[in-house]
């Protein structure tokens, strides 16, 4: 049986966070320069809030996160912070008017992961297929110069995911935090520096 009650684990649990990968977010700021103050930020995949949370310190009273996940939570999150247990791939209306009246959106973070099966193909492949949903909301979302940070698990889909990336973005990178557990399939991306709508011409079978 693995202990995940690791370094990360417990930091977590003195510093206040429901989940240890607030870390691995802190090590992708630290590393891409992700938020300012001020920013609106909208966290795919959210619960139970600990990017949420950090986003939320990050920009600052004068900032708004928006996070949205399929599980609730009993996270206690600050003012400028809106949780709503939503599917954003099927929005509700209510979700649907607050993308459109408190964007775009400045960042836009999806640390979104399929139930894993054990089953490393197929693991690979329900996150290949949660990636691409993230990236259409991204390409929605986002404004012009604005940043998208999403996980995804290696395998075969990546590379074409990481080349799509860069049709749309000036800088794509790919980073391993420290806070991934070793045996961990994910790594993250940070792309940057949106080029806007109309930048994913050149891309085939991406969005319906």
């Known amino acids: 049986m693995k202990n995940y009650r690791d370094h990360y684990f417990l930091k977590a649990k003195l510093e206040h966070y429901p989940a240890r990968s607030v870390y691995k977010l802190q090590e992708l700021d630290r590393r891409f320069r992700i938020f300012k103050k001020g920013m609106r930020v909208l966290d795919l995949g959210a619960a139970p809030g600990s990017w949420t949370l950090y986003a939320a310190e990050k920009t600052g009273s004068q900032g708004f996160v928006l996070g949205a996940d399929l599980k609730s939570t009993e996270t206690a999150f600050p003012p400028q912070v809106l949780f709503l247990q939503e599917d954003v791939h099927k929005p509700s209306p209510q979700f649907a008017a607050l993308l459109r009246d408190r964007g775009p959106f400045q960042v836009v973070l999806s640390d979104m992961a399929p ?10 492949a329900r996150s290949s297929a949660l990636c691409r949903e993230a990236f259409g ?72």
């Open 137 to 208: 909301v991204a390409r929605i979302c986002l404004e012009r110069g604005g940043s998208f940070v999403l996980k995804v698990f290696m395998g075969p889909d990546v590379k074409k995911l990481s080349d799509d990336l860069r049709l749309c973005f000036d800088a794509v990178k790919s980073f391993k935090p420290a806070g991934s557990r070793p045996e961990s399939m994910e790594t993250f991306y940070a792309a940057l520096g949106f080029r806007g709508r109309g930048s994913e011409s050149q891309i085939t079978g991406l969005f319906p």
């Open 115 to 124: 139930a894993t099966t054990g089953h490393r193909v197929t693991d690979q």
